[in-house]
């Protein structure tokens, strides 16, 4: 079946502007995650969606990052007034949810990330 | 401290050797454990969960010290293909994973 899919592949954008990151999980995922992920660095926790809880913000960097979901499907990464220090890619995953596997062993699955480049 | 630290790495290897990667984690109520695989330029997939007694999945062995606070994964028989980042995640919270910053590895012919 179909994993994670994210769009665009690749964003190339100007210092101010603003970028909407999409992703669409696997159907049936209830739980979505946003990473971030520098050059040569490790994976950030951005923002995590279950359901229809309120969403765990605790990872996003600033007020300039929003993101939102419909039900529990696609979600869409908002950063505001773009600044260097955002080039990075962005990882969406997406998972299970935790009643139907043993807890925290759920799987998440990844999509492609979109790399994005802010000149 | 960093939540989740690697060896730095990269790790260069020839085929056949065994290679074993090591993480430490800061925070003592992690309760969930992963090694993750990272291709160059490609996302996260995981490789597998790591459990207290220790799990084995073919040539790749995970294991688990709670009271050290230490995970390693070890590899052997490397194969070509098992070049790669390896990333060590931790579950501590609900929701979120801590992902260390992953180690590479480079297997040569």
């Known amino acids: 079946g179909a994993g994670v899919s994210q769009s665009p592949s690749n964003k190339v954008t100007e210092k101010g502007k603003d970028v909407e990151l999409r992703c669409d999980p696997i159907?049936?995922?209830?739980?979505l995650y946003w990473y971030r992920q520098r050059l040569g660095q490790g994976l950030e926790f951005l923002i995590y969606?279950?359901?229809?809880?309120?969403?765990?913000k605790s990872g996003l960097p600033s007020d300039r990052f929003s993101a939102e979901r419909t039900g529990e499907s696609v979600s869409t990464l908002t950063i505001q007034r773009t600044q260097q220090e955002d080039s990075a890619v962005y990882l969406c995953?997406?998972?299970?949810?935790?009643?139907?596997?043993?807890?925290?062993?759920?799987?998440?699955?990844f999509g492609p990330g979109t790399r994005l480049l802010v000149l | 401290r960093k939540e989740v630290e690697q060896d730095p790495g990269p790790f260069n290897v020839p085929e056949g050797a065994t290679v074993a990667f090591n993480c430490t984690y800061s925070n003592s109520a992690s309760q969930s454990f992963f090694w993750y695989r990272q291709d160059c330029r490609k996302e996260p997939k995981l490789l597998m969960s790591v459990y207290s007694s220790g799990n084995e999945d073919g040539r790749f062995t995970a294991q688990l010290n709670r009271a050290s606070q230490y995970i390693s994964l070890l590899i052997r028989d490397s194969k070509l293909s098992d070049s790669a980042t390896y990333l060590c995640v931790v579950r501590s919270g609900y929701s979120t994973l801590t992902f260390g910053k992953g180690t590479m590895l480079l297997v040569s012919p």
């Open positions: 995953a997406s998972s299970l949810p935790r009643w139907t596997t043993t807890w925290g062993q759920e799987t998440q699955y």
């Open positions: 159907s049936g995922h209830t739980a």
């Open positions: 969606f279950q359901g229809n809880s309120a969403p765990d």
